[in-house]
């Protein structure tokens, strides 16, 4: 199984297939990067979108092999640091896509243990 969601980390890394975003996911990164500086609501609202999406990636990765905590090793500070890096660097980007780049490299690495 760790093999076959293996192959899929890959793929998405390399050939992403359109997926359909809601609600903050669909902000950019430039956004994110904004109020994340300014703080407040937005600030909470993003960072909780953020938080769904780990939790979603556990629940798929926990019903399709033995991996239930994408994060392991790390936390959602540690994953909202993450996003604050990859967001500077892709202003243009769609939070989303900074999501699911992170659970690609959370997935690789716990597959290489």
Known sequence: MIGLALAFALQV???P???MAYGPGVQSCGHWTQV???GGIDNATMQTWLAGFI???N???SATN???NILEGSDIPGANAWV???CAAH???PLSEAALKLSVVLFQRRAAR
């Open 17 to 19: 297939k359109p997926w």
């Open 13 to 15: 890394s390399v050939q």
């Open 59 to 61: 629940a798929v990765l």
């Open 36 to 38: 994340r500086r300014d």
């Open 91 to 93: 202003p243009l980007a």
């Open 66 to 68: 033995s991996i239930t």
């Open 84 to 86: 604050d890096n990859y």
């Open 55 to 57: 939790s979603g990636q």
